[in-house]
Antibody, heavy 118, light 107 residues
Framework: EIQLVESGGGLIQAGGSLRLSCAAS????????MNWVRQAPGKGLEWVSVMYTGGSTFYADSVKGRFTISRDNSKNTLYLQMNSLRAEDTAVYYC????????????WGQGTVVTVSS | DIQMTQSPSSLSASVGDRVTITCRAS??????LSWYQQKPGKAPKLLIY???NLQSGVPSGFSGSGSGTDFTLTISSLQPEDFASYYC?????????FGGGTKVEIK
């Protein structure tokens, strides 16, 4: 069974850092296009970042230079390092899988809540 | 960046109604368009990929159409479990933008 389980969220002061984790089971993270998507309270979905199978990474302008996506193949886990956090980064953060380039996100985690206090 | 404009932002409908949600891209995205359903407190669920392909396990009452810049999600006969928010997303190029969402409420 395919599962994605996020962890690492919490309450953090503005300017601080957090690292989110997304542990995958039932498939290999490095063979898929792995994404982070966030949703601010009462708002819509916002794509944050993707890591391609080959290791290329891309970011939304809103987080570029502050967030870093990475993976640990030995742990089959995706990460999101978030630095210089701002109040507007407050959201539920989801990891999501796309099995091929350009395909929809077919599996999602349950989400982890990040709250940035100003 | 490609902007995705969804309409309407909300609608009220009754069980059994046919519902149509539209999504327009600011430039051509071929058929790199997905639709998601999200219920409160839950992760989104993929309904349609590549504009018109039904994801495995999704009821056949959902369908998608379109290409280029204009896309449609149709629910042929609204069921009680279909009351939720719906989002389109382009997967043509990064940033992989979502539409603003459509909330389908009970009339």
């Amino acid at each position: 069974e395919i599962q994605l389980v996020e962890s690492g969220g919490g309450l953090i002061q503005a300017g601080g850092s957090l690292r989110l984790s997304c542990a995958a089971s039932g498939f290999t993270v490095s063979n898929n296009y792995m994404n982070w998507v966030r949703q601010a309270p009462g708002k819509g979905l916002e794509w944050v970042s993707v890591m391609y199978t080959g290791g290329s990474t891309f970011y939304a302008d809103s987080v570029k230079g502050r967030f870093t996506i990475s993976r640990d193949n030995s742990k089959n886990t995706l990460y999101l390092q978030m630095n210089s956090l701002r109040a507007e980064d407050t959201a539920v953060y989801y990891c999501a899988r796309a099995s091929t380039l350009g395909s929809g996100f077919d599996y999602w985690g349950q989400g982890t809540v990040v709250t940035v206090s100003s | 960046d490609i902007q995705m404009t969804q309409s309407p932002s909300s609608l009220s409908a009754s069980v059994g109604d046919r519902v149509t949600i539209t999504c327009r891209a600011s430039q051509s995205i071929s058929t790199f368009l997905s639709w998601y359903q999200q219920k409160p407190g839950k992760a989104p669920k993929l309904l349609i990929y590549a504009a018109s392909n039904l994801q495995s396990g999704v009821p056949s009452g959902f369908s998608g159409s379109g290409s280029g810049t204009d896309f449609t999600l149709t629910i042929s006969s609204l069921q009680p479990e279909d009351f939720a928010s719906y989002y389109c997303q382009q997967t043509y190029s990064t940033p992989l933008t979502f539409g603003g969402g459509t909330k389908v409420e009970i009339k």
